[in-house]
Each structure stands twice: as structure tokens, then as C-alpha cells.
């Protein structure tokens, strides 16, 4: 199994940038594709970005490509997510998650064995 603890969430404003990283553990954490989603008060969970296992293949979401960068760092068994000009409409907490399959664009939850417990992150208007 492989745990993963996220950080980096915090109050930002509008137009500010943070950078999130999800810590794990376990030797096959290079194995598969690692995701980031995202949860407002009262929605669903929503998919933001994924990666492929070497780092060669990303995927976004509309909401926001051009904005948010998804990277790994297998050496360091981290996952991070670089997000840039952020909106209060990003306001959630963030969680990341790994797989069990080898492809970008696993939108659906479903699809991901093991989650973070989320950091938050807030941005003011």
C-alpha cells in the first residue's frame, strides 16, 4: 500500500499562486499515474490534472489548464501542483491520489486507489 499527505494548501488572493506537494510512501510510487482533485463545500469530487508515471504525460482539466502545472518527482517520491493566477472559483480542498493504470485522463475517482486527507486552499476576492 502507499500513503500520501498533502501540503502546501493555504489564503491567497486573487491572482496569487501556490504550490502543493502530496509526500508518498511506498516503493511503486513511480509505477502509475498520481492525480489531483479537488472539493468545495457541498459538490462533488473533482478531477483537476493527472500525470503519467515517468512525468511524460499530463492531463487537465478545462477549468484549469494554462494556469495550473502538474509535475512528479519519482527521486523524491512527491507529486506536486504548481497553480498560477488563482480564482476564488479554485477555493476547495485538494486531494492527491494514485492509480492503479498507466494513461492520463482518469477523470473519474474511480479510478484511483489511494488518497491524501486534502489541504485547503482558500482564495479571497
Wanted: aromatic fraction near 12%; include cysteine; charge should be positive.
Amino acid at each position: 500500500q502507499v500513503q500520501l499527505v498533502e501540503s502546501g494548501g493555504g489564503l491567497v488572493h486573487a491572482g496569487g499562486s501556490l504550490r502543493l506537494s502530496c509526500a508518498a510512501s511506498g516503493r511503486t510510487f513511480s509505477s502509475y499515474t498520481m492525480g489531483w482533485f479537488r472539493q468545495a463545500p457541498g459538490k462533488g469530487r473533482d478531477f483537476v490534472a493527472d500525470i503519467s508515471s515517468s512525468g511524460g504525460s499530463t492531463y487537465y482539466a478545462d477549468s484549469v489548464k494554462g494556469r495550473f502545472t502538474i509535475s512528479r518527482d519519482n527521486a523524491k517520491n512527491t507529486l506536486y501542483l504548481q497553480m498560477n493566477d488563482l480564482k476564488p472559483e479554485d477555493t476547495a480542498v485538494y486531494y492527491c491520489a494514485t492509480s492503479d493504470r498507466r494513461r492520463v485522463g482518469l477523470r473519474d475517482p474511480l479510478n484511483y486507489a489511494y488518497w491524501g486527507q486534502g489541504t485547503q486552499v482558500t482564495v479571497s476576492s
